[in-house]
């Protein structure tokens, strides 16, 4: 089984006396129905699997379910004979975007307090924000990402001691030595060709055969971009084109999206297509980064600009789509091949996964920085640089960036391939793996 973080999150909730749902919400295909069933059965000696879509597209036994009583009707007739105790009975909901008063009823079923609850599925943002009553007092709602590298890490044999020390070498700025190094470009490297997808990884751990990874990463993207299906059929054909517009997009200079490019419309602006980019990030199989360009703790209170980024949620199907069976431009960091946008691209589905809102500087006559989070120690903005090649030292926009002093920079970071931690005035270079430790709540 893989070993994912948000596992002893979702145990500690069930565990606890919180008298809060949980709601895992995610794209499809990232483990939450997987994990959620494994800790279920586990502390549970009566486990109740509900799933929606299945549900909507057979018996139809949830589709007028409004009350607390007709609800357990229902699951009466699927279960009846495991509807025990709350300290024992866990009734899990999955897909439940499927039926969206469901998320309603959740508020009384957890007044009513009978049993045990937790829900899953996707597009959550996007239903919650439909919903005509909004159960936020009684539910707590956590988003699941493909794994991230620590979790590929251990995927792939390292454990937790010795991640433990990776990190302990981050935190003093000391860098690893030559064959660490290696061992950790090494499997840097094949996080980039397999991705976090656990179907994408599974397959690798047991074939180390990359065309049957990539067949899965095509199966998922391929699925991604057709599934809209709570639009009509011309809002999911500019869904479907936004987000095929993703990795050529990442091939470009700015890597931005441009709105006239959707539809190839002049006059089209990102405020026409607001509900397609929604329901791109929104079903989290998009990550979106807003332009900033007069950066100011908090970024939230600083974006302003209609210029967006969009990353797929998952690196290995980026590198798929570029690179196809070919893992030599990856594996053996050739020259001639330029890896910025899946280097930019997986720094992104870390410094998500991790809790950050994402966000780049943009400005027309100082340049781009690729990222910005928030550093809520020191209150101030940390601007972030990725570079996939030698020249790593090169990065005149951040320059510019720093030393402005209406911006209050007080640390910046460039990642890259290079072994060695330097620090030179308030940049610090870090090798790329130790993006894996960047994390919003530490």
Same mark, same amino acid.
């Given at each position: 089984?893989?070993?994912?973080?948000?596992?002893?999150?979702?145990?500690?909730?069930?565990?606890?006396?919180?008298?809060?749902?949980?709601?895992?919400?995610?794209?499809?295909?990232?483990?939450?129905?997987?994990?959620?069933?494994?800790?279920?059965?586990?502390?549970?000696?009566?486990?109740?699997?509900?799933?929606?879509?299945?549900?909507?597209?057979?018996?139809?036994?949830?589709?007028?379910?409004?009350?607390?009583?007709?609800?357990?009707?229902?699951?009466?007739?699927?279960?009846?004979?495991?509807?025990?105790?709350?300290?024992?009975?866990?009734?899990?909901?999955?897909?439940?975007?499927?039926?969206?008063?469901?998320?309603?009823?959740?508020?009384?079923?957890?007044?009513?307090?009978?049993?045990?609850?937790?829900?899953?599925?996707?597009?959550?943002?996007?239903?919650?924000?439909?919903?005509?009553?909004?159960?936020?007092?009684?539910?707590?709602?956590?988003?699941?990402?493909?794994?991230?590298?620590?979790?590929?890490?251990?995927?792939?044999?390292?454990?937790?001691?010795?991640?433990?020390?990776?990190?302990?070498?981050?935190?003093?700025?000391?860098?690893?030595?030559?064959?660490?190094?290696?061992?950790?470009?090494?499997?840097?490297?094949?996080?980039?060709?397999?991705?976090?997808?656990?179907?994408?990884?599974?397959?690798?751990?047991?074939?180390?055969?990359?065309?049957?990874?990539?067949?899965?990463?095509?199966?998922?993207?391929?699925?991604?971009?057709?599934?809209?299906?709570?639009?009509?059929?011309?809002?999911?054909?500019?869904?479907?084109?936004?987000?095929?517009?993703?990795?050529?997009?990442?091939?470009?200079?700015?890597?931005?999206?441009?709105?006239?490019?959707?539809?190839?419309?002049?006059?089209?602006?990102?405020?026409?297509?607001?509900?397609?980019?929604?329901?791109?990030? $929104?079903?989290?199989?998009? =990550?979106?980064?807003?332009?900033? +360009?007069?950066? &100011?703790? !908090?970024?939230?209170?600083? %974006? *302003? #600009?209609?210029?967006?980024?969009?990353?797929?949620?998952?690196?290995?199907?980026?590198?798929?789509?570029?690179?196809?069976?070919?893992?030599?431009?990856?594996?053996?960091?050739?020259?001639?091949?330029?890896?910025?946008?899946?280097?930019?691209?997986?720094?992104?589905?870390?410094?998500?996964?991790?809790?950050?809102?994402?966000?780049?500087?943009?400005?027309?006559?100082? $340049?781009?920085?690729?990222? =910005?989070?928030?550093?809520?120690? +020191?209150?101030? &903005?940390? !601007?972030?640089?990725?570079? %996939? *090649? #030698?020249?790593?030292?090169?990065?005149?926009?951040?320059?510019?960036?720093?030393?402005?002093?209406?911006?209050?920079?007080?640390?910046?970071?460039?990642?890259?391939?290079?072994?060695?931690?330097?620090?030179?005035?308030?940049?610090?270079?870090?090798?790329?793996?130790?993006?894996?430790?960047?994390?919003?709540?530490?």
């Amino acid at each position: 089984m893989l070993q994912r973080k948000i596992s002893s999150v979702i145990k500690a909730h069930l565990q606890s006396a919180s008298d809060k749902i949980l709601l895992v919400d995610g794209a499809r295909q990232v483990g939450k129905t997987y994990i959620i069933r494994y800790i279920g059965k586990e502390i549970f000696s009566n486990f109740i699997e509900l799933n929606m879509i299945e549900d909507s597209l057979g018996d139809q036994l949830f589709a007028n379910t409004r009350t607390v009583d007709d609800f357990y009707l229902q699951v009466s007739m699927l279960a009846g004979d495991r509807m025990k105790e709350k300290q024992n009975t866990l009734i899990f909901i999955d897909e439940i975007q499927a039926y969206p008063h469901l998320l309603t009823l959740l508020k009384f079923l957890q007044q009513d307090n009978r049993f045990t609850y937790i829900a899953s599925g996707s597009l959550l943002g996007v239903t919650l924000s439909e919903t005509t009553s909004i159960p936020m007092g009684s539910i707590r709602k956590i988003r699941m990402y493909p794994l991230d590298f620590e979790e590929f890490l251990y995927a792939n044999g390292m454990n937790e001691f010795t991640v433990s020390g990776l990190k302990k070498k981050f935190e003093q700025l000391e860098s690893l030595d030559e064959s660490l190094h290696n061992k950790m470009m090494d499997l840097f490297r094949k996080y980039l060709l397999v991705g976090g997808l656990p179907d994408a990884v599974n397959s690798y751990l047991e074939e180390k055969n990359i065309q049957s990874v990539r067949e899965i990463q095509r199966e998922i993207h391929s699925y991604y971009g057709a599934d809209a299906s709570k639009y009509d059929s011309e809002r999911k054909l500019k869904i479907r084109r936004i987000y095929d517009l993703i990795p050529s997009n990442m091939e470009n200079k700015k890597k931005r999206v441009v709105a006239q490019n959707i539809e190839n419309q002049k006059g089209k602006r990102f405020a026409d297509y607001q509900d397609e980019f929604d329901y791109l990030v $929104g079903a989290g199989i998009a =990550l979106q980064v807003r332009a900033v +360009s007069t950066p &100011v703790f !908090p970024l939230l209170e600083s %974006s *302003g #600009k209609n210029l967006l980024k969009l990353y797929l949620n998952d690196v290995g199907i980026l590198s798929g789509i570029l690179y196809e069976n070919n893992i030599r431009a990856i594996l053996d960091d050739e020259k001639s091949v330029n890896l910025g946008s899946v280097y930019e691209s997986v720094v992104a589905s870390e410094l998500a996964a991790h809790g950050y809102r994402l966000f780049y500087y943009d400005n027309r006559s100082k $340049g781009e920085v690729d990222y =910005l989070i928030d550093d809520y120690d +020191s209150l101030s &903005v940390v !601007p972030i640089e990725v570079k %996939s *090649g #030698k020249d790593y030292t090169v990065h005149s926009a951040l320059n510019t960036f720093v030393e402005n002093e209406d911006y209050h920079i007080k640390r910046a970071v460039v990642l890259s391939n290079a072994r060695e931690i330097e620090v030179r005035g308030k940049i610090t270079y870090l090798p790329i793996y130790f993006i894996m430790f960047f994390n919003k709540d530490h």
